[in-house]
């Protein structure tokens, strides 16, 4: 009797153990997860994108548009896996820079060669001009509140200036600020009320406070780089901005109060823009300029698009 008591004991001490194994392992998992964030890795190595690698935004469905691949004046469309394919073929003389989707699943492109914001139709491929303006210097990156009004950095490279553009629901072009800087990267804050734009070669990053209607005002300086250019930047739930740093080849984490939290290098030195995706939206792809590839890593906090 003492012996079978024994043997019931052991059985009971063993099974509580293996029972707490895959406890175990979970947390291991959970911390294997972790210590991968802000690592970055090749998403794509076939080079099929031109060195105008611009514009990276993600479809409902997890796929990543990017423009000029294989060619210039074209959207390639990459899948969750990493397939590389023809998307859509712009209008003679139009070159894509940003894209931004809107509430209703449209793909809107800063066409800065043809002054235009261009839309297209994810099922029936047409494209179509929202917005025109031929006193723009080039459309460059842009920016989408909720409510679907626009923003647009206007650099003129030349003589290294720029403005900013808001673009209303009627597809008018409004002017909001001139004699900056060159004027690059342009992100809305996750609660709708701040616009950050960076000024590339003078290496700041500004605030503005935004109302419902796009209005902006009380200008500030969030932070400023010793060295290096900036290029396209994405918001993430928190309000954090992620700046790609063009030249360093460098990724930069921001908090909403301008200090650095991260800095993530990529396998090129020229990445010229971010945007988030992925099944919950902590995937950051990286498009980079001098390779013509895409590179991702993942971070803690989801893109703005996926709050």
């Known amino acids: ?25 979970k947390e291991m998992s959970q911390s ?86 261009l839309k297209v139709d994810m099922d029936s491929k047409e494209i179509s001009v929202f917005a025109h303006d031929p006193s723009l210097n080039q459309p460059n990156d842009l920016a989408i509140m909720d409510n679907d009004i626009l923003f647009a950095s206007d650099p003129d490279w030349t003589n290294s200036k720029g403005q900013i553009w808001r673009i209303g629901l009627d597809g008018n072009f409004v002017r909001l600020e001139t004699d900056m800087g060159t004027t690059n990267g342009i992100e809305v804050s996750p609660d709708n009320q701040t616009l950050y734009v960076n000024e590339s070669q003078q290496r700041n990053v500004w605030a503005y406070d935004l109302t419902d209607a796009g209005e902006i005002s009380n200008k500030r300086l969030l932070h400023q780089f010793e060295d290096y250019g900036m290029d396209g930047m994405r918001v993430d739930t928190k309000g954090n901005l992620y700046i790609t740093r063009h030249g360093k080849g460098t990724v930069v984490k921001i908090s909403p ?35 013509g590839n895409i590179d991702a890593f993942y971070v803690e906090d989801a893109g703005r698009e996926f709050k």
Do not use: W
């Open 257 to 291: 109060e301008g200090e650095i939290l991260e800095e993530i290098e990529v396998s090129g030195k020229l990445p010229s823009n971010i945007a988030f995706g992925g099944k919950d939206g902590k995937k950051a792809y990286v498009t980079l300029q001098d390779n």
């Open 32 to 117: 294997n997860q972790d210590s991968s964030y802000y690592k970055s890795f090749p998403f794509t190595t076939g080079e099929e994108f031109t060195s105008g690698i611009e514009g990276p935004a993600v479809d409902k469905h997890g796929n990543l548009y990017v423009v000029n691949v294989f060619e210039e004046g074209t959207i390639g469309k990459v899948s969750p896996e990493g397939e590389v394919t023809l998307f859509v073929t712009l209008p003679e003389g139009s070159i894509g820079n940003g894209i931004r989707f809107d509430s209703k699943g449209n793909m809107l492109i800063a066409d800065y060669i043809g002054h235009n914001v």
């Open 1 to 25: 009797m003492a012996k079978i008591e024994f043997i019931s004991l052991y059985g009971v001490l063993m099974m509580g153990f293996v029972a707490c194994q895959p406890t175990k392992n």
